[in-house]
Nanobody, 123 residues
Framework: QVQLVESGGGLVQAGGSLKLSCAAS????????MGWFRQAPGKERDFVAR???????YYADSVKGRFTISRDNAKNTVLLQMNSLKPEDTAVYYC?????????????????WGQGTQVTVSS
């Protein structure tokens, strides 16, 4: 069973930066794609970014140019570097993993999830 553990959330002022980390363990050899999602209070869980085993990345329009996802396959770790943060980026950020790649961005395409880490951006 794959386990995902996020870290790196916190409170930052608008315009600042944070780096999130997701450590994967347990049967990770079959993981094809890992992603980040976020969920603000009262809202749905939204796609942020994903990275395939090959290194191919894809971003939501709202974070393109500000966030960077990277992956260390040897360490089974995925990072999300977040720059130029805005108050609207405030949410719980979740790491996710899937054994099968789907081109869509629905959270339903991922079967493994971390517990989430809070990111709060003050104005």
């Amino acid at each position: 069973q794959v386990q995902l553990v996020e870290s790196g959330g916190g409170l930052v002022q608008a315009g600042g930066s944070l780096k999130l980390s997701c450590a994967a363990s347990g049967g990770t050899s079959g993981i094809e794609v890992m992603g980040w999602f976020r969920q603000a209070p009262g809202k749905e869980r939204d796609f942020v970014a994903r990275i395939r085993r090959s290194g191919t990345t894809y971003y939501a329009d709202s974070v393109k140019g500000r966030f960077t996802i990277s992956r260390d396959n040897a360490k089974n770790t995925v990072l999300l570097q977040m720059n130029s943060l805005k108050p609207e980026d405030t949410a719980v950020y979740y790491c996710a993993a899937a054994r099968t790649y789907y081109s869509g961005t629905s959270y339903r395409n991922y079967e493994y999830w971390g517990q989430g880490t809070q990111v709060t951006v003050s104005s």
